[in-house]
């Protein structure tokens, strides 16, 4: 008959296996508050309040609004959701290198399309996956993204798609929000919205 103390180590041995087969947290973000500086570039007009992150077109440079974090990570499982308010037309998840690599990935969420698209090098473009979708009527959408050696798979929208490219293995040093907000007006034209960003490393 095994000791007390016996099944009391096991015990303990399996509940330590446990929290540590649990992924390691590299970032979560509650938007509750406002933005720390890692989130240290950006375009647009952007606030951090009651659980939400919130760009839109402003300024005198046209292009949508971006916000980007210092984050480092290779291989990674990431989760957020997001909204597209008024004539806003798509939302996107840029992932870059360092400033002398630029971008690395691009996930496109839009109305009517879906994108990933991979940068070799700089100043190049790849679409893995470009596909003509209908974006849910629910007013959050969930997208989840497993980066996991050199294979991307993304769920979004009640679909999965799976890709592979070289660059998917490449080392990053930053995150960021983005997309097409609905124009110049501003937050009168439209705006992107994005809640409970979790990245966790990959099991």
Known sequence: ????????????ASASFALSAEPSVLLKETFEHPLSADWHWGLGTWTAKDGV??????????????????LALTEADICFDFR?????????????GTRERGHILNFVMGRNVFRIIAHPKKG????????????????????????????VTVNFNGQTWTA???????PKANIGFGGESGGPEGEKAGALAFRCLKITETR
Do not use: C, Y
């Open 124 to 151: 190049e473009n790849v679409d893995l996956v470009r596909e003509q979708i209908t974006l849910g009527d629910t007013e959050w959408h969930p997208v989840h993204i497993v980066l996991k050696g050199e294979t």
């Open 53 to 70: 992150l919130r760009g839109f077109e402003s300024g005198e440079r046209r292009h949508g609004p971006v916000k980007q974090r210092h």
């Open 1 to 12: 008959m095994k000791s007390v103390l016996t099944i009391f180590l096991s015990g303990l």
């Open 84 to 96: 597209l308010e008024g004539k806003a037309s798509f939302a996107s998840f840029p992932i870059d």
């Open 164 to 170: 592979k490219h070289a660059v998917v293995a490449e």
